[in-house]
């Protein structure tokens, strides 16, 4: 009942920007406290930190995360995510 809810109210966004907007919001990276080496979007995207001295973190998608027990990536993943201090 709840995923027949969330298909019709995506189903009644107008614009396809709207969209965009609400699918980029799950793209987030953490901020840049988080310190564990892997990170997992709410649609399932995989990331591994990297991180140099004296910038921020970065998160690169891993293609199958097999080892953290996650499925593989899907096309809608971003290739990394920057974290924001």
Do not use: E, K
């Not at 980029?24 to 990331?47: E, I, K, L, M, N």
């Not at 591994?48 to 970065?58: H, K, L, V």
């Amino acid at each position: 009942m709840l995923r027949t809810a969330a298909i019709a109210a995506l189903l009644s966004l107008t614009a396809g920007s709207a969209l965009a907007q609400a699918a980029a919001r799950v793209h987030v990276a953490p901020p840049a406290s988080f310190q564990g080496q892997w990170f997992t979007t709410a649609d399932g995207c995989s990331y591994s930190r990297a991180q140099a001295p004296g910038y921020a973190p970065t998160w690169h998608l891993i293609i199958n995360p097999h080892h953290i027990g996650q499925p593989a990536a899907h096309r809608g993943c971003p290739a990394m995510l920057t974290s924001r201090g």
